[in-house]
Nanobody
Framework: QLQLVESGGGLVQPGGSLRLSCTAS????????VGWFRQAPGKEREGVSC????????YYNDSVKGRFAVSRDFAKNTVTLQMNSLKPEDTAVYYC???WGNGPTPQVMCLTQEAEYWGQGTQVTVSS
């Protein structure tokens, strides 16, 4: 049974950076597509960035393009989300999720939010 744990959230000033990690246990992440999703207070959850199992395809929400970068560390069984130039509107609970195989593209995964496994979330607050 795959288990996902997010870490790295916190309070940061506008323009600052945070690095979120999604660490898996119970199974290797190598054959899973992984996505980052977020939900702000009073808003629906949205896909932020998703990455294919082989890390050869990525998708980014338009609102984070050029500021966020998703990557995989196969040795550490981890997927990271580097967030730069943070804005107050990035404030949300961030979740990682995983789905088996290459079936859905990263774009489809992020847009449909369909995943088999979800983490518990980590709070990101961007405020001065």
């Amino acid at each position: 049974q795959l288990q996902l744990v997010e870490s790295g959230g916190g309070l940061v000033q506008p323009g600052g950076s945070l690095r979120l990690s999604c660490t898996a246990s119970g199974s290797s992440l190598d054959f899973y597509a992984v996505g980052w999703f977020r939900q702000a207070p009073g808003k629906e959850r949205e896909g932020v960035s998703c990455i294919s199992p082989a890390a050869d395809s990525r998708y980014y929400n338009d609102s984070v393009k050029g500021r966020f970068a998703v990557s995989r560390d196969f040795a550490k069984n981890t997927v990271t989300l580097q967030m730069n130039s943070l804005k107050p509107e990035d404030t949300a609970v961030y979740y990682c999720a995983a789905t088996w195989g290459n079936g859905p593209t990263p774009q489809v995964m992020c847009l449909t939010q369909e995943a088999e496994y979800w983490g518990q979330g980590t709070q990101v607050t961007v405020s001065s």
